[in-house]
């Protein structure tokens, strides 16, 4: 049997429909809407064979210091011929000097460890049908005034400029916020994703402002189909399977070199829910 030559190349619009059918083929939820929400705020590697995507990678910058590598699939038929290294070792390359965040899955962790990244934390999704809560009175919709303030509270969340994420998801999203004599001082974003919704980003100062915007976000969602990601040091598990929201899959949260930078920031505030697995 011949064996077809497989090449690395930009991921394009005309890719994303063979990408999405590998995400099926993995048992991923995700819609083409979903790939291309961050398929736009990033560079994307495919593997082809003729004109087939047999695997993809997709690299997002936030700013000069950091950058997520994420959407690493590779396709049943064609894994054990190292395809995932020359994926991983390209997305390192566009990456440059920034520090590299992923959230692995078991299969993935021991190519990841192989190419210099370290545990950081323990990623758990909740999803489920939102059970009825009581709506918060100290939580509102955002409004115009608010959304400057949105993009100053996740660098302070998470260490990075995700300025344009951040633009993205106002467009894509639903945003709620918690306001201090008139400041916007935490906030959390709903937004359409794969079965039904997913929360997130969410960041607060404590935990009772992150519970506030997420009972707000589930009382205006009753019944629909709800997907939260966190890490498990936030300790919101058995709260969240009160709300309807069982565990349903773990991740590792990995990181690359040069981090020093990050280890020794002081903030008041945390991210509660990510964006998403994929974009942290």
């Not at 790939?35 to 910058?61: F, Y």
């Not at 299969?107 to 460890?113: D, Q, R």
């Not at 400029?161 to 709620?176: E, G, H, I, P, Y």
């Amino acid at each position: 049997m011949t064996t077809r030559e497989i090449t690395l190349e930009t991921m394009k619009s005309e890719h994303l429909d063979g990408a999405v059918a590998l995400s099926r083929q993995a048992g991923w939820p995700h819609r083409r809407e979903d790939w291309e929400l961050v398929w736009s705020i990033s560079e994307g590697i495919v593997a082809l064979e003729d004109d087939r995507v047999v695997a993809t990678t997709l690299v997002t910058s936030y700013g000069d210091d950091a950058a997520t590598i994420n959407m690493v699939i590779v396709d049943a038929a064609m894994r054990g011929r190292g395809l995932g290294r020359k994926l991983m070792e390209a997305a390192l390359a566009r990456a440059g000097e920034r520090a590299c965040l992923l959230v692995a899955t078991q299969e993935g962790l021991p190519l990841y460890e192989k190419l210099g990244f370290v545990a950081t934390g323990h990623i758990a999704q909740y999803q489920g049908e939102a059970l009825p809560v009581g709506l918060p009175d100290s939580v509102s919709w955002a409004e115009v005034r608010d959304h400057d303030r949105l993009p100053v509270l996740d660098r302070e969340a998470t260490g990075y400029d995700r300025s344009a994420l951040m633009r993205l998801l106002r467009q894509r999203a639903k945003f709620t916020v918690i306001r201090d004599n008139g400041e916007t001082q935490a906030f959390a974003a709903v937004r359409a994703f794969g079965r039904g919704l997913v929360i997130g980003p969410v960041v607060a100062r404590n935990d009772t402002e992150a519970k506030a915007l997420i009972d707000f976000l589930l009382a205006q969602h009753k019944g629909s189909f709800v997907r939260l990601d966190t890490d498990v040091s936030t300790n919101l598990a058995e709260w969240l399977a009160g709300r309807g929201l069982a565990h349903a899959g773990d991740g590792v949260a990995m990181r690359r070199a040069p981090v020093a930078q990050q280890e020794s920031r002081i903030t008041h505030y945390r991210r509660y829910a990510l964006v998403s697995q994929a974009l942290g």
